[in-house]
């Protein structure tokens, strides 16, 4: 079992900058490939990031590509979203997301581990 805590959301003006954390206890951090996806109102959970177990691989939705950046610290046990040049349509709830797997994965589905979600706003 890995349990999954998200932090760092707030309200933010576009243009501005915000870094997501989930921190994760349990089982090996180091056996999990982790993503981050994001839920806004009346829509459907959209991929954003992913990153390998090892952290060599990474991969982005086209819709936040050049502006966020997925990276972890595996002797923290903790993966981060760094987030630039936010805009209004960034605005979702974040949620971090764990897969015990060698492969990442942009599919909802594929993650056996979620985090509560933590609330992004960007205003205009």
């Known amino acids: 079992q890995v349990q999954l805590v998200e932090s760092g959301g707030g309200l933010v003006q576009a243009g501005g900058s915000l870094r997501l954390s989930c921190a994760a206890s349990?089982?090996?951090?180091?056996?999990?490939?982790m993503g981050w996806f994001r839920q806004a109102p009346g829509k459907d959970r959209e991929f954003v990031a992913t990153i390998s177990r090892s952290g060599g691989y990474t991969d982005y939705a086209d819709s936040v590509k050049g502006r966020f950046t997925i990276s972890r610290d595996n002797a923290k046990n903790t993966v981060y979203l760094q987030m630039n040049s936010l805009k209004p349509e960034d605005t979702a709830v974040y949620y971090c997301?764990?897969?015990?797997?060698?492969?990442?994965?942009?599919?909802?589905?594929?993650?056996?581990?979620w985090g509560q979600g933590t609330q992004v706003t960007v205003s205009s």
């Open positions: 997301a764990g897969r015990i797997s060698l492969v990442s994965s942009s599919r909802p589905r594929d993650y056996d581990y």
């Open positions: 349990g089982r090996s951090f180091t056996n999990t490939a």
